[in-house]
């Protein structure tokens, strides 16, 4: 076709940053080439030119999120659409005159700046493995309008075409895939509550734990209640892991204060487990709207499309192939009453069981005298510490119906979300008066963050970027995107950008010329105050 569009953005690829802010928006910028070129025919000598008139030219920007389970079938729904016209006021005249021979057509760049939202999920492929391209997806779309006009010239092709020439043509451009990842800033100076193994600052959990009996006992006593409500347990990890790290620092404090001397002296903590689980929430929504007040009320969390845009009513723009057969009949939900599934999972190694045993004789809260009596702890004698470094698998060693158990940023979306949970159970062992031993366990569960972190700059690519002259110029070794200061360094959350008013501006000076009423710039001076 002698007029085609093509989307170049400047880079198919967005980094979010920070968690996700509904009151946020990142830049995703780019340009719309406009290209007219003149057809050649069989009979026609030369070549005639093209000229049209460029009536619209809109930029969409449009994620959607796919579910494909065996429990809960296909669930499509459109996370956000964002368009914007980028020809403001009259039509645009395109031609390639003088250009009519050329192998290469003439082309205009037209700039575009769309505010991309903050609080949208990150691109990830999750469901059935069989669905490969089932997930979260973001493109860009072009759609030009135009007409064709006369150019004066008579050829019979011309005269032929003549009547169609008038009408108005729409076309499209090739779909751009944008890949949406976030980010979290690595914190620019370690806390004094920061762990020598992590770099992000230890949280503090003040638990409350539950007894449990223990698998292995089968006696019918049990401890106390009001025994196992005097321990207090304060534990901390990390406010974030990064995908790379093996292992996650977990530190455990223990106060028996308020136990008598007898109970001191029966009580002990053998040892305690650790596990940290990913659970994988896949959800029916849109198709669960009219029956489900509970899917309604969380679409509405997000600032999603209303309902007359999402499918059916609406079907997304690059749909899986899936939805054809579910729309038909083809296929069907098996469990119409089910509007969600999850899938967990260990993130230990197989050959880790997540034991650690108390060294010494487990009479954590018992303090000795010099004779060899238990006494009432001094107020200095606050806690017993338990530390440990739980070790997280690299690979995945399991595989089900969706896939392999790859281990996932934590995040919430409308259809998939993705969170991490740490275990702990602590054994405790009590002797009653008759002589019999019974164990329980006090377990509690931690939250848990799976976040990403900036590649750090190395030093090669610090080295290769030079400064000439008051020029920065970019080798093409090292990637802009790594040398860029992060965007909240740049404009606060609501997109207005930071300025820093304690830097007073430069005092006014007027130019030389500024004495006369009008001056000239010629060529000469053109060239040599351009910067090359």
Not at 224 to 237: D, G, H, W, Y
Not at 420 to 440: F, S, T
Not at 514 to 528: E, G, K, V
């Amino acid at each position: 076709m002698p007029v085609s569009i093509d989307i170049v953005p400047f880079s198919d690829s967005l980094a979010l940053f920070g968690d996700a802010d509904f009151s946020s928006a990142f830049s995703l910028a780019g340009h719309v080439s406009v290209s007219i070129s003149s057809p050649s025919f069989m009979f026609q000598r030369r070549r005639s030119t093209t000229r049209a008139l460029l009536q619209s030219l809109t930029i969409t920007f449009e994620g959607q999120s796919e579910v494909i389970t065996p429990d809960i079938g296909y669930a499509p729904l459109r996370l956000c659409s964002i368009t914007r016209e980028l020809l403001n006021g009259e039509p645009v005249d395109l031609s390639n005159e003088g250009h009519e021979d050329s192998d290469k057509p003439c082309s205009w760049n037209v700039i575009f700046d769309i505010p991309v939202p903050g609080w949208l999920p990150t691109t990830s492929t999750y469901g059935d493995q069989g669905a490969v391209e089932a997930g979260t997806r973001y493109a860009l779309y072009a759609t030009a309008t135009f007409i064709y006009l006369e150019d004066g010239s008579s050829s019979i092709f011309s005269s032929f075409c003549s009547p169609f020439n008038g009408r108005t043509r729409t076309i499209t451009a090739p779909i751009c895939p944008i890949t949406l990842t976030r980010f979290i800033e690595v914190p620019s100076a370690p806390s004094s509550s920061s762990s020598s193994t992590s770099i992000f600052p230890m949280a503090l959990f003040i638990v409350d734990a539950q007894s449990g009996q223990d698998s292995t006992e089968t006696h019918a006593k049990a401890i106390p209640p009001e025994v196992l409500k005097k321990i207090r347990v304060v534990a901390s990890i990390p406010n974030a892991v990064t995908m790379d790290e093996t292992s996650v620092p977990l530190i455990l404090r223990l106060q028996g204060n308020e136990l008598n001397a007898s109970e001191r002296e029966r009580l002990r903590i053998t040892d305690f487990t650790v596990d940290v689980e990913q659970i994988e929430t896949y959800r029916l929504l849109t198709t669960c709207l009219s029956r489900s007040t509970t899917s309604l009320d969380r679409v509405t969390r997000f600032m999603v499309p209303p309902r007359a845009q999402q499918p059916p009513s609406v079907p997304l723009r690059n749909a899986h192939s899936l939805q054809t057969l579910y729309d038909v009949g083809l296929l069907i939900n098996p469990y119409p009453s089910r509007s969600s599934t999850t899938r967990s999972f260990s993130l230990f190694e197989p050959s880790n069981s997540g034991k650690y045993i108390i060294s010494g004789d487990g009479y954590v809260f018992a303090h000795d005298s010099p004779d060899g009596d238990a006494i009432s702890p001094s107020p200095s004698e606050n806690w017993y510490v338990l530390e440990a470094s739980v070790p997280l698998a690299q690979e995945p060693h399991r595989l089900d119906w969706a896939g392999p158990c790859n281990r996932r940023i934590s995040e919430s979306s409308p259809l998939f979300s993705v969170c991490h949970m740490m275990h702990i159970a602590l054994r405790c062992a009590y002797e009653h008066p008759d002589g019999d031993v019974v164990y329980e366990r006090l377990h509690f569960s931690l939250p848990m963050q799976n976040v990403r972190v900036p590649a750090p700059v190395t030093s090669s690519a610090a080295d290769s970027i030079l400064i000439i002259e008051g020029a920065m110029e970019l080798q093409k070794s090292a990637p802009y995107s790594q040398s860029l200061p992060a965007y909240s360094q740049l404009f606060h959350s609501n997109g207005e950008r930071k300025i820093d008013y304690s830097i007073p501006l430069p005092l006014y000076e007027p130019p030389p010329s500024a004495s006369s009423s009008s001056f000239t710039l010629d060529h000469d001076d053109d060239d040599r105050k351009s910067i090359s």
